[in-house]
Structure formats: structure tokens, C-alpha cells
């Protein structure tokens, strides 16, 4: 199934589709966190597909990127809220999105704020977030009347 999101496919919206996947693997996770097997490494698996995505589709709209890079969060949260790691990785990955090309992060301002606020949210606990090396520098890409 991943692997044919992988493939362009048109007008296919691939964003809905994949959120609502790790969504749902996501809240079933939760539920149960038995639910996962350890050996499954569902995070790397789904993340290195979104990567592809994201690369393979250059027409994608930044909105659409930070979509599915908030779904990558909130499944690092919710089947491995210890790993701090996981979510670094994909502010990281965000970031380097950006970076690579600013004119992308122009306009989608209440998106990566929407995106930054999920750890916020689930940590509650500032040296947490402090300890996320890529969130500063991610939070940097907001227009100056967001960050407030």
C-alpha cells in the first residue's frame, strides 16, 4: 500500500489518504499500546515513506507537507511518547524542507504553527520542547505576528 503512494498518481490526493492511515494506526496504538509489536518499527516504516512522498511529489503545496508531517508527529507521540527522537527527526525533516527552499515556508505560517503545537501540547513541559534541536530553529520560519 505504501509503496504505491509512493508512485505519482495524478489528481490522487496521497495526503488524506496517509493521514488518515497513521491516524488510525495511531489511535489503535493508544488504545492498547500491546497492539504494536516491538519489532515493527512503525515509525521508521512510515516516516521513510512520507519522505519519499514528499520528495517524489515536488508540486506538493507546503500545507500538505507540514499535514503530513504533524500526522508523523502525533504517531511518534502516540506509540512511542518517550522517544523524543522521533519527533525531532521530523522537525528536522521539516525544517530542512524549508531551509532548502524559503519561499515554501512563505504563507503556510498557521500550518507550521498547527504543526509545532502538537508536542507543545502533548509534552506541557518547556525543557522538553527545549531539548527538540530542530524545533527553534523550525519555529524561526513563522511570520513575526504568529510567534507571538
Do not use: W
Not at 519522505?51 to 507537507?65: A, G, K, Y
Amino acid at each position: 500500500f505504501l509503496d504505491t503512494c509512493c508512485q505519482p498518481q495524478g489528481a490522487v490526493n496521497v495526503r488524506n489518504i496517509l493521514i488518515s492511515k497513521i491516524g488510525r494506526l495511531s489511535n489503535y496504538a493508544q488504545a492498547d499500546p500491546n497492539n504494536i509489536p516491538e519489532d515493527i518499527k512503525l515509525f521508521e516504516i512510515f516516516s521513510g515513506k512520507v519522505t519519499q512522498i514528499i520528495q517524489s511529489r515536488t508540486e506538493m503545496p507546503p500545507e500538505d507537507i507540514l499535514a503530513l508531517q504533524s500526522a508523523l508527529i502525533k504517531l511518534a507521540l502516540n506509540v512511542y511518547p518517550t522517544e523524543t527522537g522521533y519527533v525531532d527527526q521530523v522537525l528536522q525533516n521539516s525544517f530542512n524542507i524549508f531551509e532548502e527552499d524559503k519561499s515554501r515556508a512563505k504563507g503556510c505560517s498557521t500550518e507550521l504553527s498547527r504543526m509545532l503545537r502538537v508536542p507543545v501540547d502533548h509534552y506541557q513541559d518547556i525543557l522538553t520542547i527545549l531539548q527538540l534541536e530542530h524545533f527553534t530553529p523550525l519555529f524561526s520560519f513563522l511570520d513575526h505576528r504568529v510567534r507571538k
